[in-house]
């Protein structure tokens, strides 16, 4: 799911709305950040997304 992916056409999908990148480009970014991207299937449907980027501690007295 997060790979770029050609859409179907508008009587496959029901839309010509879309080019199918969100979320490569969504687990691009957390992994150029050292984070991940975790997708799974929800029990009433539909797709549950999150993303978990590490934390940074910035020295007191650095601002940020």
Do not use: W
Not at 21 to 47: C, D, F, K, T
Not at 53 to 60: D, G, I, N, Q, S
């Amino acid at each position: 799911l997060a790979q770029p992916f050609r859409r179907l056409g508008g009587d496959r999908t029901g839309s010509e709305n879309g080019v199918g990148l969100g979320l490569s480009i969504v687990a691009a970014i957390a992994e150029a950040h050292g984070g991940r991207l975790a997708m799974s299937a929800r029990p009433e449907g539909g797709l549950r997304v999150s993303i978990a980027l590490p934390t940074v501690r910035v020295p007191a007295g650095v601002k940020a």
